[in-house]
């Protein structure tokens, strides 16, 4: 009879219940976060688990890689996906444990992707990048929003970019009104330098594989942009249908209907915010530069309103890559409208 682990992961410390078939509990102890400590205790069982399902926490790598490395036939649970029963009056950190060690038992454990080891690195480097890309675009908005405030005239970012003291200065009068938009200049500059060095680094380490080139076909994705999306997207085969891939870039109506009739909403927030954002720079990126992206956003947002122009563009975008990535082929403009 086949045993089943689940590790309810934390910070500092973590609960591990050991569940037989008949779902009793075999193994339950609270552990500090050290992995020789954890490989120790499930040593015993090592024959008999059929599988060991950690949380997917913001802290995972180490115990999965660790487990995985000791040859435990680890599960990363989707914490997102899952839902205990909402009769329970009480419920713990060990309950945690057991329900992911009982849906195993099931055969019924929403499952996350553990992305290769040797790959996780330009990913998330690549995050960090994003990170410190949405940090310089606050502190630009905030020296654009200090500007008009004070003269009245409207100026685009990419103009603050070429600023300095002096073109302030000569534009703003009182000399503590420009110094509060000038103090954001140094900042500024610092994170442009840190973002290349980023890039930098990332091209150089990234695995040069043929999608590569293919998806930079694709109208608005660059080279930054086709790194950051094949970095979180992985190995395309995990996607079954266009419509998964577009559901996990957060591009799909979120809705519970039931006789036809509207009944709430789902979580929007399951997926990847990363591709979400990525997709919908790419939309921004063929905005400007593909007549056709324009007129489409344009009649869209007559319709509605520019945002969610810009995401059913980001949602095409991200069907045609799909069809990139798993046909290898390049991208054909003119299929995207039909």
């Not at 038992?105 to 992305?115: H, M, Q, R």
């Not at 970012?157 to 703003?172: A, G, T, Y």
């Amino acid at each position: 009879m086949a045993l089943y682990c689940g590790i309810d992961l934390h910070s500092n410390n973590n609960w591990v219940v050991v569940l037989d078939g008949a779902e009793k509990v075999v193994k339950e102890v609270k552990l500090p976060n050290d992995l020789l400590r954890v490989i120790g205790e499930l040593a015993p069982f090592y024959d008999e688990l059929g599988g060991v399902a950690v949380e997917s926490t913001w802290n995972w790598y180490w115990l999965v890689d660790g487990l995985m490395d000791a040859g435990f036939p680890v599960r990363l649970a989707n914490t997102s996906a899952i839902k205990q029963y909402e009769g329970l009056k009480h419920s713990d950190d060990k309950h945690d444990a057991r329900w992911l060690a009982h849906l195993q038992a099931l055969g019924i454990l929403p499952e996350g992707y553990i992305y290769p080891k040797e790959d996780r690195p330009v990913r998330d480097l690549l995050r960090r990048r994003m990170f410190l890309v949405q940090k310089r675009t606050s502190l630009l908005l905030a020296m654009r929003g200090a500007f008009e405030c004070r003269t009245g005239t409207r100026v685009k970012v990419d103009d603050i970019k070429k600023w300095n003291e002096e073109d302030i200065l000569r534009q703003i009068e009182d000399p503590l009104a420009a110094l509060s938009i000038s103090c954001l200049l140094e900042p500024v500059a610092a994170l442009t330098r840190e973002i290349k060095l980023l890039e930098k680094h990332a091209r150089s380490r990234a695995r040069l594989r043929p999608e590569l080139e293919q998806l930079q076909t694709v109208w608005g994705i660059g080279q930054t942009l086709s790194l950051v999306i094949l970095g979180e997207v992985g190995e395309i085969s995990r996607f079954p249908r266009v419509g998964d891939f577009a559901s996990y870039c957060r591009l799909v109506k979120s809705g519970r209907f039931s006789n036809g009739k509207r009944k709430g909403s789902g979580n929007p927030k399951n997926g990847n915010r990363y591709l979400s954002w990525a997709f919908q720079e790419a939309a921004h990126h063929a905005t400007r530069h593909h007549p056709e992206a324009k007129a489409y956003v344009q009649k869209k947002t007559a319709k509605t309103n520019g945002i969610i122009a810009i995401r059913a563009l980001a949602h095409k975008l991200a069907r045609a890559t799909y069809q990139v990535l798993r046909e290898k082929v390049d991208f054909d403009g003119s299929k995207l409208f039909r």
